[in-house]
């Protein structure tokens, strides 16, 4: 079980790294572990499926940098393999006057990201691309689209077996040592020799980091984001993507509409902490994971600063009628009765030991693993751009007659 590189992480960006390794450098010897017995269990088959333009990251950012990049990359790849999607669009509405500074700095950033069909809307402009929408101001993003991640991450599962590389289900990581030819790595099953290991394992990532980096100064603190759906009856009410302002001091986006690429309609989500880091329901708990994060000085800082955030959360988390009254700062008309449950998801929040949420996607390396340590949403989005700077870190290791650039 020898191999040049090893893939932890079965998920969108692990499954874009090996497509980008093996498109860069055929002759590798590569082999992605995923410990489920499928690829795209968790953040990638659970989320809802945008295609993000890049309009709210700051310029130069890795977020921006790879958003952008990774944005023409998925589509030209979708093109090429059939793989369907829709650039909907999507508009962000500003629903009172204190928001329009807020509204004015992502208009500015998307600019400054070269988005330059980004428009400013007047709130009559609003109503004729989203009729149903209640708000005083907006930016229509042209850009936005919806499309199935889970297809996406399938096609370039395949396409790296048509290239010879491996992929192996039900293989859980339990140690990295290191080994005569670079590392060794434990599974519940067996021990594979590799020159380098590239972590992208999620909501795993900070396990799989400090198997090598002990003191690691940050955790993965999980987010649980819970969704309606709009009855099928109510489904007029939306035409594209309805998204708010979001509160800049916290990285998510707030509850939103969007269209979906198999149809329907999400209504969603909220943002709570999760008392497990797989914990796609309200009654989910591990205690490991629970008293992981608890133990976490950077997370309790977290507690202390966004308590009052988090108990609103929580509350439209329990309560229906809560969450309606979210949802109607942009659709009045919007009815707790039009809503029926929907799917969750959880992120993979990186937290520093001072209490930081880490805002950009967070990539590090030492002598025998390259680690992707934070990488939410756009990853998703991003994933070739990702795998594309991942796999050149990883290239600059092995045989310099290897390409710069694809």
Same mark, same amino acid.
């Given at each position: 079980?020898?191999?040049?590189?090893?893939?932890?992480?079965?998920?969108?960006?692990?499954?874009?790294?090996?497509?980008?390794?093996?498109?860069q450098?055929?002759?590798?010897?590569?082999?992605?572990?995923?410990?489920?017995?499928?690829?795209?269990? #968790? /953040? @990638?088959?659970?989320?809802?499926? *945008? %295609?993000?333009?890049?309009?709210?990251?700051?310029?130069?950012?890795?977020?921006? !940098?790879n958003?952008?990049?990774?944005?023409?990359?998925?589509?030209?790849?979708?093109?090429?393999?059939?793989?369907?999607?829709?650039?909907?669009?999507?508009?962000?509405?500003?629903?009172?006057?204190?928001?329009?500074?807020?509204?004015?700095?992502?208009?500015?950033?998307?600019?400054?990201?070269?988005?330059?069909?980004?428009?400013?809307?007047?709130?009559?402009?609003?109503?004729?691309?989203?009729?149903?929408?209640?708000?005083?101001?907006?930016?229509?993003?042209?850009?936005?689209?919806?499309?199935?991640?889970?297809?996406?991450?399938?096609?370039?599962?395949?396409?790296?077996?048509?290239?010879?590389?491996?992929i192996?289900?039900?293989?859980?990581?339990?140690?990295?040592?290191?080994?005569?030819?670079?590392?060794?790595?434990?599974?519940? #099953? /067996? @021990?594979?020799?590799?020159?380098? *290991? %590239?972590?992208?394992?999620g909501?795993?990532?900070?396990?799989?980091?400090?198997? !090598?980096?002990?003191?690691?100064?940050?955790?993965?603190?999980?987010?649980?984001?819970?969704?309606?759906?709009?009855?099928?009856?109510?489904?007029?009410?939306?035409?594209g993507?309805?998204?708010?302002?979001?509160?800049?001091?916290?990285?998510?986006?707030g509850?939103?509409?969007?269209?979906?690429?198999?149809?329907?309609?999400?209504?969603?989500?909220?943002?709570?902490?999760?008392?497990?880091?797989?914990?796609?329901?309200?009654?989910?708990?591990?205690?490991?994971?629970?008293?992981?994060?608890?133990?976490?000085?950077?997370?309790?800082?977290?507690?202390?600063?966004?308590?009052?955030?988090?108990?609103?959360?929580?509350?439209?988390?329990?309560?229906?009628?809560?969450?309606?009254?979210?949802?109607?700062?942009?659709?009045?008309?919007?009815?707790e009765?039009?809503?029926?449950?929907?799917?969750?998801?959880?992120?993979?929040?990186?937290?520093?030991?001072?209490?930081?949420l880490?805002?950009?996607?967070?990539?590090?390396?030492?002598?025998?693993i390259?680690?992707?340590?934070?990488?939410?949403?756009?990853?998703?989005?991003?994933?070739?751009?990702?795998?594309?700077?991942?796999?050149?870190?990883?290239?600059?290791?092995?045989?310099?007659d290897?390409?710069?650039?694809?």
């Amino acid at each position: 079980m020898q191999y040049d590189i090893l893939i932890i992480g079965g998920g969108i960006v692990g499954l874009a790294t090996a497509l980008r390794l093996k498109q860069q450098s055929p002759g590798l010897k590569i082999v992605l572990l995923e410990k489920e017995n499928s690829l795209a269990r #968790h /953040q @990638t088959g659970n989320n809802s499926g *945008v %295609i993000h333009s890049g309009i709210y990251y700051k310029p130069g950012s890795l977020k921006a !940098t790879n958003c952008i990049r990774g944005y023409h990359d998925l589509l030209r790849f979708c093109d090429q393999n059939g793989v369907p999607y829709d650039l909907c669009g999507k508009v962000i509405v500003a629903t009172s006057t204190a928001e329009l500074p807020a509204l004015e700095n992502i208009y500015t950033r998307g600019i400054g990201n070269g988005l330059d069909k980004i428009r400013k809307i007047s709130q009559g402009e609003l109503r004729e691309y989203e009729p149903h929408v209640a708000g005083i101001s907006g930016i229509h993003v042209p850009y936005t689209g919806i499309i199935d991640y889970t297809e996406v991450s399938l096609t370039y599962a395949r396409l790296i077996q048509e290239a010879d590389g491996e992929i192996r289900l039900g293989e859980r990581v339990l140690g990295i040592r290191p080994g005569s030819k670079g590392a060794e790595v434990v599974t519940g #099953h /067996q @021990t594979f020799t590799t020159q380098l *290991v %590239i972590n992208c394992a999620g909501l795993f990532s900070d396990r799989i980091a400090a198997l !090598t980096q002990p003191g690691l100064d940050i955790r993965i603190i999980p987010f649980r984001g819970e969704y309606y759906e709009l009855k099928p009856e109510k489904e007029y009410l939306v035409k594209g993507l309805i998204y708010p302002v979001p509160d800049p001091n916290f990285p998510f986006l707030g509850v939103h509409f969007t269209r979906m690429i198999k149809g329907g309609v999400e209504a969603g989500p909220n943002a709570v902490f999760a008392f497990k880091r797989e914990g796609y329901q309200k009654t989910d708990f591990d205690w490991t994971d629970f008293s992981d994060s608890l133990a976490w000085p950077g997370f309790r800082k977290v507690a202390l600063r966004y308590w009052s955030t988090g108990l609103g959360e929580y509350y439209r988390s329990f309560s229906k009628a809560a969450f309606t009254k979210a949802l109607q700062k942009l659709i009045p008309e919007v009815r707790e009765e039009d809503l029926k449950p929907g799917s969750a998801g959880v992120r993979a929040q990186a937290c520093d030991r001072t209490g930081g949420l880490v805002d950009d996607f967070l990539i590090f390396e030492d002598q025998h693993i390259i680690n992707v340590c934070n990488a939410p949403s756009p990853a998703a989005t991003s994933s070739l751009s990702i795998g594309r700077t991942v796999s050149e870190m990883a290239l600059k290791r092995f045989a310099s007659d290897v390409p710069a650039a694809f």
